[in-house]
Structures are given as C-alpha cells and as structure tokens.
DNA sequence: TGTCGTGATCTGTGATCACAGTTAGGTTGG
DNA sequence: CCAACCTAACTGTGATCACAGATCACGACA
C-alpha cells in the first residue's frame, strides 16, 4: 500500500540550547543540531503528504486508521495524528460515521482552487524574481531540465510529478516567505490528488505541452529578472494545467 | 481559563423516524438536512480557535494538555486532537520536550504575514466587491456601526475586536469562495493574538484611530461597486494596523 | 425474484495507562 | 550566602482497551 515509515531526512534541526561550553570557546557540541525531536506523528504526515501531493492517493480513495498503521509498521496513534492534521487543511476528509478518504473536488472548488493559486503562487513568483540568485536560478534549471528529460520518450510520468514539484518549490522557496511557501504547499495538498493523478494517467501531456512551453518562459524571465513576466508564465502553466484537467478528469457534480 | 465547553447549539438527536411515509409522498425526513456530527475534538478546537483570534491567549503563553482538558471538562483526547490540528496551522507550537504554548512572532515573520494578508485579503476584497448584494453591503455596515460603538466612550475593547472580525469575515464570504475564507482564518490565528492582544490593550487607538477612517473609505467603496477602491481602504486598514503594532507590540529577536 | 431485516465486522472516537524527558523547587555542601 | 545537586511533579507521546455507529453480506419472508 503505502511506503513504510523511514527515518527521513532531518526538516529542521532545533536551534536548541547549545551545550553550556565554556564562554568564548566554541565547542564541537555548537556544532552538532541537538538532534530533532521529529515525532512519529509528524514522520506520518509527512508520509501522507508526499503521497497526497505526489497523486498516489486517488480523489475518493478510502483510508483506514489501522490499515495504514499497520502499512507503515507503527501504532494507530500516530496515525490519528497525522490524519487529524490534514483533515483540518482539509486535504483528507473524515466522513461522519464512515471512513477517512481523500476529498473529491467540486468542479466549483478546483475553479477557486485554481483562481487562489493564480494569486498566491503568481505572487510568490514575482516576489522570488525580485531576490533570486544566479544559484538558485541555476536549480529551478537543473530541476527543468530534469522535468524534460522525464517528459521524453520514454516518458516517465513519476519523475516527472516530482520534477515539476521541485521546480515550482525551487522557485517560491527563493522569495524567502517561510508561511507562504506553508500556504502553498496547502494549496498543492488539496489540487496534487487530481492534477497529478491526471499526469501520471496522460503522460502523453507532457511532451511537446504547454508546462514545457511555460517552464522555458519562466526561466527566461527570471534570468532577465523580470517579475511580471516570470508570473505570466506561471499563470500560463497554471492555467494550462488547469484547462486540461478540466476538460479530461472526473470532477464531482 | 477558558470557559467549558458547552453542549453547543443542540445537536439534536434524530426527531424519532415518524414512521416512513408511503412511497411517492414526500416524506417530512427529506427534509432534515443530515444532523452534522460534530465531534468533542472538533468543539475543542473551536474553542481554542476563537481565543486565539480574539486575542484572549498571549503570545508566549503557554498550555497544559491536562490543564486545557480539566478546564473545559472534558478529557486530554479530544484536547490532543486539537492541539494538533492548530501545531499543523502554526496557531500554536509545541516545544520539544516541553510544554505547548502560543507563537511568539518574530519582526520577519510578522512583516511576512502582513504582506501575505494584503494580497489575500486584498484580493478577498476585490472579489467580494464585484458580486456582493446590497444586504451583504448592509451586514457589513452593521458591524461597523458596531465596531464604532464599542470604539466610543467607553471603549469596549472585547465587543471591538469582535466587531472587527466580524466585519472583516462578513465581507470575505460575500466572495463566495469557501478555501479563501478558510485561508484568511488562519492568516488571522495566526496574526491574531498580536494584533488583538494590543488592541485589548490599547483601546484609545481605536477612537479616531486610522481604523475608522478605513472602514468608512471601504463602505462608501463597497456601495459604489469599486473593487480597487475596496482593496485600497483595505490595505490601508491591515498597514495601519501593522504600523501600529511593529511601533509598540514586542516582538522577538 | 425482489426486499427487508439482522448479525458479524470494521470504522473513528474517547478514555486510561505507561513512559522518557524536562522543569522547578528544595535541600545539601561549599 | 551562593551554587550545585537531587528529587518530586509535570510535560507530551505512544499504546491499548472500550464503545457507539455504519457498512456489508447473508438469509428469511412476501
């Protein structure tokens, strides 16, 4: 079902106290970030989320606390935990008496999805175009040209959903803005389920389409620094994205 | 503390099946609109929800999962399942090894959330204004004919912060768009305890304060239709504000 | 053959217990 | 009188148990 629970990649170390060393003297404690306390709860959410932006988990799909205790090899606790977190960003739901699913979208809610992406995301753009560095230009580039390569034949739509993610975030992540990178990553965790789902059904989409088109005009415009074209070109790849699905996938009501 | 939690508004148990009508009649059970389950954790939540936009817990304080649990008379589950779903908003932030307790804002962070809250806000405002109705238009202005009352001699600082929210939501949910609403509420949780922490204790800045002048400007603004006049008094509002509490709140580092 | 009732099974929710880590307070030793 | 230690109380986290409600499948009745 779903991958079992590793140890992860440490998200944040804790500034912590550092060890009480003699004034002045820098001990090798200073160094070492007390290791984080991450807590089983958070490492199953972050689990979750993965899947849920990565489109693992299909619009609909039922959940069960103890199923997926059971699948990551841990208690149900932390699996209520987890679950009770992205049900309040609503991006799992809890049916009344039944069971946890993963939500599926309205046609109206993936419009206004979409309309607070365009906003928030195209934001987000023109305000790292303003900042970005030549570094953090050339890993939005390293991370197109990742998407490129999964978008050729043999198209490899996994790698694909995970090169476009990190371009995107790669991006934002340059305009310094800690909780509007959170916003965001909320905003992914609701559309990701539909968005990537469709992607990884028609990886034909990629090839020769417009989120090709658009990563290159972003790039342009970042390397000009120019912050109203790099957020016409996301709004571009938003919206393109936006239609086909649309058009393609299966909205409620 | 806290005030208990209530039996809230009555859940109602199911008006007792009168008998199932003959096939073909419309039953009176199509009309009952599936009572809603509203959980203990949920209840718990709302209730830390709203003490912490209201202002009523400060930053730094700190919370006791038992203490929180025997307050409002119920027991630590349903209090952990909050905590939870508001440590994933950032609304509140567990300490590592110690104890649960109320961000306390940094001067980056807070300049952060302000800017996130212009264009959301900003453009909650602006969308509002193209579809809001004339009773919506009269809503709004109630609030602020209350706002201005409990801002007089004597200022009543509490029924002022209510007010204010009021007003503000009142105008958000005239744009029709559920996620952004629920996107603005935490940007509040978040900047909540701030902002209305002062003005709880600052209640002269609310007489003839820049507030006033605000609200005026985006009625008459709302009742010409002008959605870019909206946003302006708008932002104007959240500046002032903002200006006013990097003057005189104390924030960290 | 179609429909309703019924029991087994599974669901999330809540409570209680156990535990490692930290904090705070009081006491002891200098 | 001050500092350091040490103990007792309290913290969140995790596990386990209990329970009401819902689902589903099977069987009885019309």
């Known amino acids: 079902m779903v991958a079992r629970v590793q140890p992860s990649v440490a998200p944040q170390s804790r500034p912590a106290s550092p060890g009480a060393g003699k004034p002045g003297e820098v001990s090798a404690l200073d160094e070492v970030g007390s290791l984080q306390h991450e807590t089983l709860g958070e490492r199953v959410t972050g689990e979750l989320r993965a899947l849920l932006i990565a489109g693992r988990l299909a619009p609909g799909e039922k959940l069960s606390l103890r199923r997926v205790a059971e699948a990551l090899g841990v208690s149900m606790m932390p699996v209520r935990e987890a679950v009770s977190r992205l049900a309040a960003d609503k991006a799992l739901e809890v049916l009344p008496g039944r069971a946890v699913r993963v939500p599926v979208l309205t046609l109206a809610q993936f419009r206004e999805l979409t309309r607070i992406r365009l906003v928030v995301e195209g934001f987000a753009a023109e305000e790292a175009t303003k900042v970005i560095t030549d570094a953090q230009i050339a890993v939005v580039a390293r991370h197109e040209a990742a998407f ?18 990190d371009l995107h975030f790669a991006l934002y992540e340059a305009a310094g803005m800690p909780s509007l990178i959170e ?50 070109a996301l709004v571009e790849d938003i919206s393109a994205a936006a239609e086909h699905i649309e058009r393609t996938a299966r909205l409620a009501e």
Do not use: C, F, T, Y
């Open 148 to 165: 490129l390569a999964a978008a050729k034949d043999p198209p490899d739509p996994a790698a694909a959903v995970g090169a476009n993610r």
């Open 183 to 232: 916003m965001i990553s909320r905003l992914w965790l609701k559309a990701g389920p539909i968005l990537n789902l469709d992607m990884r059904h028609e990886p034909r989409r990629l090839d020769g389409g417009s989120a090709v088109v658009a990563h290159a005009q972003l790039l342009a415009a970042l390397r000009r620094r120019d912050p109203a074209a790099a957020r016409q």
